[in-house]
């Protein structure tokens, strides 16, 4: 089993920009699809962000454009690199590894989900 560490959530502006990490250990990390999520007030968590083992990247229609995963095979991490913020974008954030036949929006991860980490966006 897979253990995360989100950390790099925080307050942000409206058009600002936030980068979150998630450390992962306790898998052979650079084989594996890795995905951030989210789960916003009063919704269930959804799959935003996904990136397979080496480059390949897919985004839910709500963040493509603005975010940016990306991953350090050698740190066994995985970021988020958030742009042109916008209060919906508010939300818990989760690391997890998504099925290899992940859906965008769902809410699966193949761990025991980590703390999280929260971001709350101020117009």
């Known amino acids: 089993q897979a253990r995360f560490e989100e950390s790099g959530g925080g307050m942000g502006q409206s058009g600002g920009s936030l980068t979150l990490s998630c450390r992962v250990s306790?898998?052979?990390?650079?084989?594996?699809?890795m995905g951030w999520y989210r789960q916003r007030p009063g919704h269930q968590r959804e799959l935003v962000a996904v990136?397979?083992?080496?480059?390949?990247?897919n985004y839910v229609d709500s963040v493509k454009g603005r975010f940016t995963i990306s991953r350090d095979n050698d740190k066994n991490s995985v970021y988020l690199q958030m742009n042109s913020l916008k209060s919906e974008d508010t939300a818990v954030y989760y690391c997890?590894?998504?099925?290899?036949?992940?859906?965008?929006?769902?809410?699966?991860?193949?761990?025991?989900w980590g703390e999280g980490t929260p971001v709350t966006v101020s117009s």
């Open positions: 997890n590894r998504p099925s290899s036949e992940y859906r965008l929006g769902g809410d699966y991860g193949m761990d025991r």
């Open positions: 306790g898998i052979l990390f650079n084989i594996y699809h």
């Open positions: 990136i397979n083992s080496g480059i390949k990247t």
